[in-house]
Structures are given as structure tokens and as C-alpha cells.
């Protein structure tokens, strides 16, 4: 079954200021080849595979208590977006990813969809049941702005269901299928409501503009697709 649903909402930007850049050092490849910026407890380590087109930007994560050794799982871990030449700290990111080289975060996943100009891009913060984080970063020199996209997404797609079924749904972006941010600021992604284990659930394709106004990014929610399963049709 497939419902398409045109939406011609204006959502408000829900944004925070933009964080000034805190230096930490220069990133240098580590013995596996992954960078790691700067040292102690001011240490960051890079993800690989979240870094922008440019290669100037990607993100990190870091401790209070530094990086840690040989197979140590780590505390207290704090996502961010990072300026690579330098590694200094443009915004904190909303989950809390880490991998090491050697381990990694158990039911955990962190993506990055950056713009073809590197300077914009979104974070798909994944734990085990929920997107812990779904947001639009802007980068404006030593700064970047912050837009949550689940805040503005979430309540539409809740919106859909009928009253009675409103609650207890997880909300996912499936990280198995693209999440693309185009130069005209177009982002598209499929993402779930869903009770978690059960075999109810509810997968929508959605498409976002977002526009940047005076450094006020906001979001227009501009289609919704619905595919429900037949035996699932609440």
C-alpha cells in the first residue's frame, strides 16, 4: 500500500547559535591510518568514512579523559564536527559514536551526508531502537550552526497515524538506505516509526528544503511517502 501525501508546511527552525571553534592540534594518521588530533585528554579521533568532500571537515569523537588505550572501551564519549587542518571543534554533535581502530560502539551508528560544497551536512545518529540525533549542521568559517531535524520531522510523520496509535513508537532514519543533501539544500531519506519489537511499523520517504536566512536555518517538509505492509495497516 503507498500513500503520497504533498506538504506544503512551513516548519520553524529549531537551531542553536553557533559554536565558535575551539583549536585543539593538527590531526596526524595513526599506526591503522585513522587521524587522531592532538593529545591527552584534549585527544580526537576522526571517522573515517564521515569526512566532507573537501576533506576539510568530518567528525570526531573524544572523552574528558582523552582517548583510550589498547582495548579499553571508553566513558563518557562526546561526538563533534571538526575543521581537520587544525582540530578545532566547530559544533558537539548528539550521539556519542565511538570506534577505536580495534572496537567499536555495540548497536550504534554514525553517519554524515555532506553537501557538494562542504559546508553543510547531516548527522544520522543511530542507537539501537531510536536516531538519537538527526540534525543539519552549517559551517560558517570557525562556526556552525545547528538545525533538529528530528524535532521538525518526528511530530509530521506521528501525525499521519491515527490518534490511538501515536504512542510508543520508535523514530529511525534507516541507515541502510541513503540520506542525500543536495546543493539546492533538498534532503532526502527514509525514515521509521515503529514499536519496537513488534512487527508494527511504518516507513516513510520524506524530502526536507532547508534555506539558510541570515544564518537562521530552517525547514519545509515538502513530500511524505507512506509504504505500509498490508498486514501491518494500523
Not at 593538527?26 to 566532507?52: H, I
Not at 562542504?118 to 548527522?123: A, G, H, L, T
Amino acid at each position: 500500500m503507498r500513500f503520497v501525501l504533498t506538504l506544503p508546511v512551513v516548519l520553524l527552525a529549531l537551531y542553536a547559535a553557533p559554536t565558535a571553534a575551539v583549536q585543539a592540534q593538527g590531526c596526524v594518521a595513526d599506526q591503522g591510518g585513522d587521524l587522531v588530533c592532538g593529545a591527552g585528554k584534549s585527544a580526537l579521533r576522526v571517522f573515517a568514512d564521515t569526512t566532507s568532500p573537501s576533506k576539510n571537515y568530518a567528525f570526531a569523537w573524544r572523552t574528558a579523559q582523552g582517548l583510550p588505550s589498547g582495548r579499553d572501551a571508553p566513558n563518557d564519549v562526546e561526538n563533534i564536527l571538526i575543521r581537520v587542518a587544525d582540530g578545532a571543534v566547530l559544533a558537539k554533535l548528539g550521539g556519542a559514536h565511538w570506534e577505536t581502530g580495534e572496537m567499536r560502539a555495540n548497536r550504534s551508528d554514525l553517519m554524515a551526508a555532506w553537501s557538494p560544497d562542504s559546508r553543510s551536512v547531516i548527522e544520522i545518529a543511530n542507537s539501537r531502537w531510536d536516531s538519537d540525533s538527526f540534525a543539519y549542521y552549517r559551517i560558517d568559517g570557525g562556526a556552525a550552526t545547528r538545525l533538529d531535524l528530528r524535532a521538525l520531522v518526528e511530530p509530521v510523520l506521528t501525525a499521519r497515524l491515527p490518534p490511538r496509535y501515536r504512542k510508543g513508537n520508535s523514530f529511525r532514519v534507516l541507515e541502510d538506505l541513503p540520506v542525500t543533501l543536495d546543493a539546492r539544500g533538498r534532503v532526502r531519506f527514509t525514515a521509521m516509526l515503529y514499536v519496537p519489537k513488534s512487527e508494527i511499523s511504518n516507513t516513510y520517504k520524506v524530502q526536507l528544503n532547508i534555506r539558510d536566512r541570515g544564518g537562521k536555518p530552517s525547514a519545509d517538509v515538502v513530500s511524505v511517502v507512506r509504504r505500509v505492509k498490508a498486514d501491518q495497516v494500523r
